[in-house]
């Protein structure tokens, strides 16, 4: 069933990559229209209703987006007005949510999932490759050959016309990696295995991320401290808006500590690095910066090296991170799971079983409220034959399993949805019957209005 589980969830991506040659930007998906079919839940593939771009609400073939169970997405901007009231969940298929409006969707309810480490391989082996196109002058190499060839004069001038393109080589110098989580931690150990030394700074690092870290490395308080003395630097953190986030990280006060040479390797976000600062930084000596971000004001500097944001783009690491977004999403609508989100607590009751019926509820993290819940299923006379309750902030999650010995299944919960999901400080509720229709018996309370 495992295997079927994760061919499952690859179909997704499949489906969509056999017609796009890469994971689109965005998918809306959806079980529901599987309810009035014979399909077993879990062995098919789900059906995936489209992609934003084609997405127009008065457009007949994209008529089913607006109904979505989930969405599905890479970096596509996702608006507010994009998330059809139907929507259970969202799924970054990457590590950054910054393209996603994550308070808004808390304060609807949603959980914002991504998949840590999922494509991580494929940075940084991107920033590894960095680190020489930081070095040795590739890129104008390459430009110039395609110049001289244009004239018919690449074999005439190259030998001599290669002293414009020395380098240096990277063995035995000095990188700091800024952010050490799954990007970081392993840019550093493949760094070292290099011959460079490391310096690095995290003041949240994990212990998964450390362990993989090589011993070698020299760990500093401020990043002030770890690009002090560096050959390179690179920055491995997220990017988070307004205040003490990291807008402009790399600004001034931190570039001054650069030594005059140094290389700044920006994989992580276009966000984090000052560009006036930094454009002064390259104006004045031979630093060099090397980024997988558009910059209005560096993308034609001499020294900056500017890519199409390809970090993620390998058939290896859309697979991945595809298929543990769609796991995700999967147990999220099955069992009620929520594991990898970036608003809501982790937390699971294992599988549904035949014999109960699982609720799941979304409310504000406000005294009282959880009891109010639990009234309202003894209310309809209900037995709770197990639960769980986590919080995250302002935002609650519970699940409980009820017997559903002496009830009609289906026609007895919707009347104790109804009064669980209007209580107030609930955002919304599920009913999940095992085995059935995943993904529906879905319910909101919008501003005291009942939305099934
Ligand atoms: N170029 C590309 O295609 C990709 C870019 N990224 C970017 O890289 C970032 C990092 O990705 P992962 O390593 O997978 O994430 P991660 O969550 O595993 O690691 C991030 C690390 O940064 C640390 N951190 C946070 N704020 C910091 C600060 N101010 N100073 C120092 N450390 C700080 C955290 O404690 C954590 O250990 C993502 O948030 C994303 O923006 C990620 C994947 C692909
Ligand atoms: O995972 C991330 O944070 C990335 O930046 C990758 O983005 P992408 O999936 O290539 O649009």
Known sequence: MLGANRATSVAVVHAASRTRATLPAIQFISVRTFADVDIEHGRKEWKILGDLKNYKPSRKNDEEAPSAHAILLRSHKLKEEEVPPTVRAIARCGAGTNNVPVARMTELGIPVFNTPGANANAVKELVLCGLLLGSRRVVDGINHMKDLGNQGLAR???????????GREIKGKTLAVIGLGHIGSMTARDAAELGMNLQGYDPG??????????????LCDSIAAAVAGADYISINIPYIKGEGGTHGIIGKDVIEN???D?????FARGELVDSEAMKVFLDSGNGRYVSDFPDDLLWDHKNAVILPHLGASTEEAEDAAASMAADTI??????????NSVNFPTCSLGECSGSTVRIT???????????????AVASENFNIVQQINQSRGN?????????????????????????????????CSRIIYEGKTPGTGFAKNLEGEYFV
């Open 330 to 339: 999967r147990d999220f609508l099955q069992t009620g799971a929520i594991r």
């Open 395 to 427: 935002i609650a999650y519970s699940v409980l399993d009820i017997d559903t010995e002496g009830h009609n299944a289906v026609a007895d919960f919707k009347s104790v949805q109804e009064k669980i999901t209007m209580l107030e400080g609930v955002l």
């Open 262 to 266: 140094a290389v700044l390797l920006n």
């Open 205 to 218: 690092l994990s212990v998964q991320s450390a362990l993989k870290l090589p011993t070698s490395i020299s």
């Open 258 to 260: 650069f030594k005059a």
């Open 156 to 166: 005439e001038r190259v030998e001599k016309d290669k002293a414009m393109f020395g």
């Open 361 to 375: 509820v979304v409310n504000l993290n406000v005294p009282g409220c959880l009891a109010k819940i639990t009234d």
